[in-house]
């Protein structure tokens, strides 16, 4: 086995433990955050938090803030997001595809099992997802809207490779991942990306909303899992 195959495998395995690790923070995040708003933690913790290191130093983080945040998810709305949902949804949808973009990079057997399972929808699903990637990689807009570099350089692979621009993806579990087992008929994830179309300042959730995001997600997490069982 040379150095380079070696150093693939380790990457690999450090992409796919990616994907799975933000998608257990996305969980864990959404489970904190549900408490923060039936609670009113900043009446039960106290707010002294401090982060000790290896060589005897220690961060104190700044309790009026920790205050301030857990005071707001309990004050905010159901139909609104707290800053700690924001954060933690966004990141760790973008940590996945991320992630998810390293591991199909890599000539790996992970890249010969996508292939076979998506097939001809292999390179509309790496478009889709370095588009996410790129999107929550880059936005510095609150309402997360769209920059020439989020999508520029994935329209130009499309064209280069003669391909049509308004992707429509659709992915069945039942058909496309038996391995994972679910007992609804028809579960699955679709998401349609006009590349074409796209344009400075557009609103990605009008492109892609949070719902297909999440599903998005959920099958990166799930193609890690199908590909473990069938390398067991």
């Known amino acids: 086995m040379s150095l380079n195959t070696t150093i693939?495998?380790?990457?690999?395995?450090?992409?796919?433990?990616?994907?799975?690790?933000n998608f257990y923070f996305l969980h864990a995040g959404e489970f904190f955050d549900a408490v923060s708003r039936e609670t009113d933690l900043s009446q039960h913790y106290s707010p002294h938090i401090y982060k000790e290191f290896e060589n005897t130093t220690a961060y104190i983080f700044n309790p009026s803030i920790i205050q301030e945040i857990m005071k707001d998810a309990h004050q905010t709305p159901a139909n609104q997001p707290t800053l700690f949902e924001y954060f933690v949804e966004f990141n760790a949808i973008r940590g996945i595809c991320m992630a998810m973009i390293e591991a199909i990079r890599l000539e790996s057997p992970f890249r010969n099992y996508m292939k076979q399972k998506l097939g001809g929808r292999f390179e509309d699903f790496i478009d889709i997802v370095s588009f996410?990637?790129?999107?929550?990689?880059?936005n510095i807009h609150a309402e997360i809207r769209l920059d020439?570099?989020?999508?520029k350089g994935t329209r130009e692979r499309i064209i280069r490779m003669?391909?049509?621009?308004?992707?429509?993806?659709?992915f069945d579990y039942a058909n496309d991942l038996p391995e994972i087992a679910t007992s609804v008929e028809g579960y699955g994830f679709t998401c349609s990306v006009d590349f074409a179309s796209l344009n400075v300042y557009?609103?990605?959730?009008?492109?892609?909303?949070?719902?297909?995001?999440?599903?998005?997600?959920?099958?990166?997490?799930?193609?890690?899992?199908?590909?473990?069982?069938s390398s067991q």
């Open 162 to 170: 003669r391909r049509d621009p308004n992707i429509h993806f659709t």
């Open 8 to 21: 693939d495998d380790t990457l690999l395995e450090d992409a796919l433990l990616l994907i799975e690790q």
């Open 132 to 138: 996410v990637r790129n999107v929550l990689s880059h």
């Open 202 to 229: 557009m609103p990605f959730l009008d492109t892609i909303p949070q719902w297909e995001l999440m599903k998005l997600g959920e099958l990166c997490f799930n193609f890690t899992i199908g590909y473990k069982l």
């Open 148 to 151: 020439e570099k989020d999508f």
